[in-house]
Every structure is written in C-alpha cells, then in structure tokens.
C-alpha cells in the first residue's frame, strides 16, 4: 500500500514570545498562515517492522533525528503495530532553516499519510497528539489554513480564511538555528512586544491592511540576516502590503494585494537571490493526492 502527500509550507503573519514556561519551551503567540508551497512526501507500507527514509537533498538527515522518521516511529508505537515499516520519500521544495515549517510539515504528512493507510484510524486530535510530541509546529502543520497558536503552538483557534492576496518569498543562503534565535531573544535586555489584541481583530474581520500594519515578528530584533533590510526594501518597493521575516528566521515574505505587483518583485528579487517563491494563502496544509 502507497499513498503520496503534499505537505505545505507556513509563514507566520504575527509571532510574539510572551513567557518562559516551566518546562523551559517559551510560551507564543502567533496566527500561522499555510502557503501554496509543498514538499510532497511518499509513503508506502512494508513488512519489515523497520522505517526507511530518503530525501531528494543528500545533507537531509534521514535517521530518527529526522521529524518525518520520528514521526512514522511515534504512529506505530502509537497503534501498537510492530510488524509494519514504511519507506519514506521526502521531495524538498520548502527551504531549510528558513522559519517555513519544512520538517514540521513533513511530519505531518507522515502522521496524516499513514493514517490514511491506516484507514484513518486516529481522530483530528490523536493526530494533534501525537504531532505534538514530534514538534511544536507540527499540530498546526496538520491542521492547515489560517489559526491563531499558543502555549508552545499546540493550543489553536481557527480564524476566518486571509483575504485574498499575493505572496512572495525569499530565503537568503544564510541559516539560523532556531535554538541560536530562542537563545538570543533569552539574552536580550529588551523587547517590543507587537500589538496582539490588535492584529486578531484585524484578523477576525478579514481586514487585511490593518493585519499587513500590526504584523510583527519579535525574532527581527534578536537574529541577525545580512540580506533582509534588502529584501524588504526591494518588496515595499514594489507596493508590498507588509514585509517580514517569518519564524525564526531567515526567511521574509512580502503580501502583496496585486498579483502583478508580486511578479515584478519576484524578477527583481530573483537578479539577487537564488531562492524566490511566487504563491498565495491555502487553506489545507496536507494533502493526499494519491
């Protein structure tokens, strides 16, 4: 048995870091956005009781430091089957290091793939449960579309769809550990906390210029990325609603109300940049297509 699945990559329109708890995880407020960009997970059962991963990028770990491998481990545990493996393929397109959710949203499609396999039988939630173990971004990574995230990210509220609307993306070459970014923002004396109350509003009401306003991401004070104040220069430039990094970074996306103003930046992007994306909001993050 096989099924293949398209994983979509997030972006975060608002990301605010509002306690330590006492696990030590920081405690987030953020509404997380699925785009129309997918890596696309292949899976297919065997008898060998053993979990076989590759990836079409060679530096890709594919041991169980792997979320997709910890995934797959975690669902048989979880339904206690032992005589069954999978062979995991994973084809990247969502970028590395880049704040997008890339191997949280491979998780997912693991966790959503094999229940289908499985003749779905876990729950939505049992699968948020289990997600949850794997890592912070993988819940809302099933879940998909436009929700509100809390505590660790585990707690979600859907909110209206965002309004229609054009997304560009860039990822510089540079990378940044997303424990580095939590250890800087630990070490800093101060931080601007972003108007959260306010930008949920804005979101309930599908207003998407006060959204494109309020939108802030903490991370931008403490991390470091050489080309950023460029990039998002080039995006206002080119009528960009807003221009932010998402997560911890290094990715920056712009939205954009004109589509034509989002290809226009994207070419000019592209003279710079090896990675440029071009998409719009979706509202599933994962996908079966066969």
């Known amino acids: 048995m096989q099924t293949t699945i398209k994983a979509a990559a997030k ?7 509002t306690a330590v708890l006492e696990n030590g995880y920081h405690s987030i407020y953020t509404v997380m956005q699925s785009v129309g960009l997918y890596d696309t997970v292949t899976l297919k059962l065997n008898d060998s009781g053993k979990i076989k991963l590759s990836c079409s990028l060679p530096y890709i770990p594919t041991t169980n430091k792997n979320t997709a491998y910890k995934a797959a481990e ?3 545990e979880y339904i206690g089957d032992t005589v069954h493996g999978a062979d995991i393929y994973i084809d990247k397109l969502i970028p590395v290091q880049a704040g997008m959710a890339g191997g949280s949203a491979d998780a997912a499609a693991v966790i959503k793939g094999l229940n289908h396999l499985f ?5 939505e939630d049992e699968m948020y449960q289990l997600g949850e173990k794997v890592g912070a971004d993988v819940p809302f990574c099933i879940a998909g579309g436009t929700r509100l995230c809390l505590n660790k990210g585990e707690v ?11 997304i560009v993306i860039v990822k510089p070459e540079q990378g940044v550990s997303t424990k580095a970014a939590y250890a800087n923002f630990d070490a800093a004396e101060w931080i601007r906390h972003p108007d959260n109350e306010g930008f949920l509003f804005a979101a309930t009401q599908q207003d998407l210029k006060t959204m494109c306003y309020k939108a802030s991401n903490v ?10 104040v460029k ?9 960009a609603m807003m221009a932010m990094m998402t ?32 998409t719009v909001p979706v509202k599933k993050s994962v996908e079966v297509v066969e």
């Open 11 to 17: 972006v975060n329109l608002i990301l605010d870091l």
């Open 74 to 76: 975690y669902f048989f």
């Open 119 to 123: 003749d779905n039988r876990l729950s």
């Open 156 to 166: 979600m509220a859907k909110l209206p769809d965002l309004p229609e609307c054009y």
């Open 219 to 228: 991370f931008e004070q403490v991390v470091e990325v050489s080309d950023r």
């Open 231 to 239: 990039i998002k220069a080039i995006m206002r430039n080119h009528n």
């Open 247 to 278: 997560g911890s970074g290094t990715a920056v996306f712009g939205i954009f109300e004109k589509e034509k103003d989002a290809k226009k930046c994207a070419d000019a992007l592209r003279d710079k940049f090896r990675y440029v994306f071009e």
